[in-house]
């Protein structure tokens, strides 16, 4: 897809995943700490099974997109998109490997799966991220998307409304 720049300078590759990206995808989590595999799935999740590799990394880039960010072969990131069937909605996730956390990386692939989204025409994404993911609460914040939140328990529920930005893709502005 291409290149971004990261606040520190480094710069990374953003590309859409590919179903032969699976054992890239199993180093990548297993690389992940306890802490950020339970504040992507709330739950303490070390390994995927061999059919949520499947699932992650077979997407329909309509319906489904999921983006890697890279340096080198290696996956620092991911995010990604599923549409809510017979909707414009589409659920929004993310996780960064820890060390690569703080940098931009979040953004970056938000940026990206919402020029995708748009796209595809999707209008709104969704999102479902603990309350103390400050960082991730951080990221939608700060997207420039119109946003709203609403906290039940210990989950934050966060609309992106993704109609402006498709206006100004479709503008140049």
Do not use: K
């Not at 739950?43 to 999921?66: G, K, M, N, Q």
């Not at 890279?70 to 414009?88: A, C, E, F, H, K």
């Amino acid at each position: 897809m291409r290149n971004a720049e990261l606040l520190d300078g480094r710069e990374i590759h953003i590309r859409p995943i590919s179903p032969g990206d699976g054992d890239a995808l199993v180093r990548f989590h297993q690389g992940l700490s306890d802490e950020t595999t339970r504040l992507r799935f709330f739950v303490l999740h070390p390994e995927l099974a061999c059919s949520e590799v499947v699932y992650f990394t077979h997407v329909d880039h309509h319906d489904r997109e999921a983006l890697l960010a890279l340096v080198g072969d290696d996956i620092i990131g991911v995010g990604r998109y599923d549409r809510i069937p017979q909707t414009s909605d589409a659920e929004v996730a993310f996780v960064v490997a820890d060390g690569w956390q703080g940098n931009g990386i979040g953004t970056h692939l938000l940026e990206h799966l919402v020029r995708r989204a748009t796209a595809e025409g999707v209008t709104r994404f969704l999102a479902d991220t603990l309350a103390e993911n400050y960082r991730m609460r951080g990221v939608f914040r700060d997207s420039g998307l119109l946003t709203e939140s609403v906290t039940r328990a210990e989950v934050v529920h966060v609309v992106l409304d993704l109609r402006l930005e498709s206006a100004r893709l479709v503008s140049g502005v």
